[in-house]
């Protein structure tokens, strides 16, 4: 073993098991081992920040983020998830989602909502298979024959319109900084 010694660092490689570390104050902090799948990188310290101007990429197998405290995500622009298999949310106490307007669609198959108590559907008005303008217009746009435009949904002037989602509105409740 070989060590360079600097105040209160120490770095010390371990040539016969291809480890490097990294010690202050006599504290191992950084842990490389050069291994034949390549470097395996272990840091141990109280706080750790990555920072970059730039694109930050994350490109493995697999990956397992845990904390033994509080989660916090923040985006300051869109945000996109993609999943190619199943997913699974599984919350042990509350589950709260708020945003400006929202849509689920089930895109092949069907959509169940289950509760072990009751269900509560609150809103204005509750809207059953109603289109929204565009789609109703895109919809009488296809029909050919007279019929086939009585027959869709909510030609009927008289009858409820589904609301199309805005463009996002200023709220007062929404701190690009903090944490919710």
């Not at 902090?29 to 970059?52: F, Y």
Request: with cysteine.
């Amino acid at each position: 073993m070989q060590e360079i010694k600097l105040k209160d660092h120490t770095l010390s490689v371990h040539a016969q098991d291809n480890r490097l570390e990294l010690s202050f104050k006599g504290q191992t902090m950084l842990h490389i081992h050069l291994g034949e799948d390549g470097p395996v990188v272990a840091i141990e310290a109280a706080d750790l920040s990555l920072k970059t101007k730039g694109r930050l990429a994350i490109d493995s197998g697999s990956l397992h983020i845990r904390t033994r405290g509080d989660f916090i995500q923040q985006v300051g622009g869109n945000g996109y998830e993609r999943v190619a298999g199943n997913k699974e949310i599984d919350v042990r106490d509350d589950l709260q989602i708020s945003a400006q307007a929202m849509r689920a669609h089930a895109v092949t198959g069907s959509m169940d909502f289950k509760a072990n108590d009751d269900l509560s559907l609150s809103g204005l008005r509750v809207l059953h298979n109603v289109p929204t303008e565009d789609e109703r217009l895109e919809l009488v746009a296809k029909a050919q024959s007279f019929g086939e435009m009585m027959a869709c949904p909510a030609y009927d002037p008289k009858v409820p319109r589904r609301l199309p989602f805005s463009k996002p509105l200023e709220r007062s409740d929404w701190d690009d900084h903090a944490p919710r």
